[in-house]
């Protein structure tokens, strides 16, 4: 059984860094795709990035590209997203995702079958 459970978010000033962790507690870290969507209220949960099973596959939405970092800890059933030189509008719920196939694109949401909690991150100016 997939169990998701984000934790790393906080407040931080413009230009800092955070890195966020998506462990699997259900210790099923198996041959999946993983990702990490963010949601402001109001608005759609937009995609940010994902990292296949082995890590070769990686991929960023255009805006954090070169700032954010995604990777896997096998050793610890756990994926991370160091996120860097972050701006006001990173402020979101960040969510991370697991899915057992991708059948279009692991930029989409309706791919992931499991998902965590979230963990909140604001960005002060």
């Known amino acids: 059984q997939v169990q998701l459970v984000e934790s790393g978010g906080g407040f931080v000033q413009a230009g800092g860094s955070l890195r966020l962790s998506c462990a699997d507690s259900?210790?099923?870290?198996?041959?999946?795709?993983m990702a990490w969507f963010r949601q402001v209220p109001g608005k759609e949960r937009e995609f940010v990035s994902a990292?296949?099973?082995?890590?070769?596959?990686?991929y960023y939405a255009d805006d954090v590209k070169g700032r954010f970092t995604i990777s896997r800890e096998y050793a610890k059933s756990t994926m991370y997203l160091q996120m860097n030189s972050l701006k006001a509008e990173d402020t979101a719920t960040y969510y991370c995702?697991?899915?057992?196939?991708?059948?279009?694109?692991?930029?989409?949401?309706?791919?992931?079958?499991?998902w965590g909690q979230g963990t909140h991150v604001t960005v002060s100016s």
């Open positions: 995702a697991a899915a057992f196939t991708i059948a279009n694109s692991p930029t989409r949401e309706d791919e992931y079958d499991f």
């Open positions: 259900g210790r099923s870290f198996s041959n999946y795709m």
């Open positions: 990292i296949s099973w082995k890590g070769g596959n990686i």
